[in-house]
């Protein structure tokens, strides 16, 4: 299976999308200064104690206070109170974690009001970005993630994710974790970290800790709402959960994304440093990788499957519902039961790559389509649970029922992905009526003349949808053909399906748009 990364750069931010055999199968858009990412930690101040929900809302600059539940303080709040009190009142220039003394452990049933009280400094880090209305989700157990394991200040254990099943392999890990971290700090070591050699490992632990310390540093100076220590971009921190011997190519549009990009590969893994590529091309990246025809087909609220059936997802404020339909499958199969589970495995597939693709989290039934014999239900189980097994987010799957029911919870840390696949009609601009729309080609014919011949414009290219683009090219002579006859100027005509089929778009010899007068 082939791991493609290609990251689109943009005004309004970067575009992220994660191929796994040309089909897109993750879809992130980060924002130009990302703000409450998931690992951030902020300096926070407690602005209100709520007794019955035995939760704190703390100000980290978002416009609606973070929540901070009890469960999500960590036994060690108070090692991190004080240590962070040390250190923000400078006794001593280099207060070390490793000679710091561990303070009691806090009571794992005890009320928020007797351990947090308002208006107090305290150090958070992010587990749940703003979504909806609700703002970021916060929690008080600091962690650091690195790419073979994450490490924990305020503890001494060594944990070894379950899906490392080898017991040999778990006790080396656990004697070489044991006998390389410092006193003070924990480690969960990550399943990528099976059969990883000692200086690898060594390597990505020495990274973590310097960017604990790195934070410490900035927060000897911090001031309420500052932001400590930043997690890594989205397409960076995909690269350090993702990266392996599977991934061929990580394709940038953008030169300092690519230098980003290229450092981290060369930090983490030298050799696969030649998979990272800039695109230099005319094309736009996600037009030329094919990316911008899947988003539009893939985030409607129909999906089709590749043997005819489609899937119908609705989203609610409670939970998300997906309907399986057969279509015109039905007449394809001996009998009925055959039918659904035909489409019913297509489905699963599906719904377990749009799950990762939107994003979605929270509670989600689907709707499979009803089959009588339990070994077919059972396997229909199976199918999802292999499909999700590359799902980084927890998840639960429960069986399906009689009904043909199935439940997923998945976890969401971030908002829900989705992407417009409706748009404004090009020709009326959402009014109904359309004035004159097959005359666009002799608008355009009219802007060429007076491009070429009035402003003696070289080397034009026409950005079209690819039906006019059709319309330019093919045929013999062809009106591109003509132009050149008429005008003794080549104008390359280049497609980009994310115009509307009326739209068009002329850039000069630089690449650079040129101002149409209507």
Not at 206 to 220: Q, T
Not at 286 to 291: D, L
Not at 294 to 318: C, D, N, W
Not at 384 to 401: A, G, Q, V, W
Request: proline share 3%; with cysteine; hydrophobic share 40%.
């Amino acid at each position: 299976m082939s791991n493609e990364l290609i990251i689109n750069s943009t005004p309004k931010g970067d575009r992220i999308a994660l191929l796994q055999d040309k089909r897109i199968v993750e879809y992130h858009i980060e924002q130009s200064e990302p703000q409450f990412s998931v690992g951030d930690i902020y300096l926070g101040t407690v602005k209100k104690l709520v007794s019955g929900l035995n939760a704190a809302f703390i100000d980290i600059g978002y416009e609606k206070d973070a929540f901070l539940h009890y469960h999500d303080l960590g036994p060690n709040l108070n090692s991190l109170q004080k240590f962070s009190r040390d250190v923000m009142n400078k006794k001593g220039k280099n207060i070390k974690l490793e000679n710091f003394k561990i303070e009691e452990e806090i009571d794992k049933l005890g009320k928020i009001d007797k351990v947090l009280t308002r208006n107090q400094l305290i150090l958070v880090q992010v587990v749940k970005e703003p979504i909806s209305t609700k703002g970021p989700r916060l929690s008080c157990d600091i962690s650091i993630a690195g790419r073979f394991l994450v490490l924990v200040p305020f503890s001494n254990g060594v944990n070894i994710s379950k899906k490392i099943t080898s017991k040999a392999e778990r006790s080396r890990l656990m004697k070489l974790m044991s006998s390389i971290k410092p006193k003070n700090f924990g480690v969960i070591v990550r399943t990528v970290a099976e059969g990883k050699a000692v200086e690898e490992m060594e390597r990505d632990l020495r990274d973590s800790i310097s960017k604990w310390e790195d934070g410490i540093a900035k927060l000897v100076d911090a001031k309420p709402r500052d932001r400590v220590i930043g997690e890594m971009s989205r397409a960076t921190s995909m690269l350090r959960d993702l990266l392996n011997n599977d991934f061929d190519n990580v394709i940038v549009d953008n030169q300092d994304l690519y230098n980003e990009a290229k450092g981290y590969v060369h930090q983490v893994a030298p050799e696969k440093e030649k998979i990272v590529k800039l695109h230099t091309g005319k094309t736009k990246l996600f037009e030329q990788v094919g990316i911008e025809k899947q988003l539009k087909m893939l985030f409607g609220r129909s999906v089709s499957l590749p043997a005819g059936g489609y899937l119908i997802i609705e989203h609610t404020e409670a939970l998300h519902v997906i309907d399986v339909n057969s279509g015109n499958k039905s007449n394809s199969e001996e009998d009925q039961e055959a039918t659904a589970l035909s489409v019913n495995r297509e489905a699963a597939k599906e719904i377990a790559r749009q799950l990762r693709l939107r994003d979605m989290g929270g509670i989600i039934v689907i709707d499979f389509i009803d089959m009588k014999k339990a070994d077919n239900r059972k396997l229909i189980q199976d199918i999802m649970r292999d499909e999700m097994r590359t799902d980084r987010s927890k998840y639960t799957i429960l069986p399906l029922t009689k009904f043909g029911l199935m439940q997923i919870t998945r976890q969401r840390v971030r908002p829900e992905m989705n992407v417009a696949t409706h748009e404004t009609c090009p020709s009326c601009g959402g009014t109904g009526t359309i004035t004159a729309s097959i005359a666009v080609s002799e608008i355009i014919a009219q802007h060429v003349e007076h491009l070429v011949t009035k402003q003696n414009e070289k080397k034009l290219t026409l950005l079209v949808h690819p039906f006019l683009s059709a319309y330019f090219t093919k045929g013999f002579p062809s009106i591109r053909m003509k132009w050149f006859m008429t005008f003794k100027s080549w104008i390359h005509i280049t497609e980009d399906s994310s115009l509307g089929i009326t739209d068009f778009k002329f850039l000069n010899h630089n690449g650079d748009e040129i101002e149409i007068s209507s």
